[in-house]
């Protein structure tokens, strides 16, 4: 078993910057790249970022392109989103998620982490 736990969700005013983390324990084998999805109330949910076990391998959805910004620091077995110049329109929970390969469907969830972007 995998468990993800996110962290550093919040209230944030239009234009700010948020830090997510995510923090993977357990048997990680196998599972090692990373996503962060996003579902906004009413909405279905989508994929936000992904990143590979290594890290050389970075992909965005169009709509944070040049906003977001995914990492990994390995040896804490945690995965980072940086999230800059936010909009009203990023409110939502956001999940991490675990899977073989960023061209698979995760295997494992977060609980997930709530950011309100405020106008």
């Known amino acids: 078993q995998l468990q993800l736990v996110e962290s550093g969700g919040g209230l944030v005013q239009s234009g700010g910057s948020v830090r997510l983390s995510c923090t993977a324990s357990?048997?990680?084998?196998?599972?090692?790249?990373r996503g962060w999805f996003r579902q906004a109330p009413g909405k279905e949910r989508e994929e936000v970022s992904c990143?590979?076990?290594?890290?050389?391998?970075?992909a965005y959805a169009d709509s944070v392109k040049g906003r977001f910004t995914i990492s990994r620091d390995n040896a804490k077995n945690t995965v980072y989103l940086q999230m800059d110049s936010l909009k009203p329109e990023d409110t939502a929970v956001y999940y991490c998620?675990?899977?073989?390969?960023?061209?698979?469907?995760?295997?494992?969830w977060g609980q997930g982490t709530q950011v309100t972007v405020s106008s």
């Open positions: 990143i590979s076990s290594n890290g050389r391998n970075t």
């Open positions: 998620a675990a899977r073989f390969s960023c061209s698979w469907s995760p295997r494992y």
């Open positions: 357990g048997r990680t084998s196998n599972y090692e790249a």
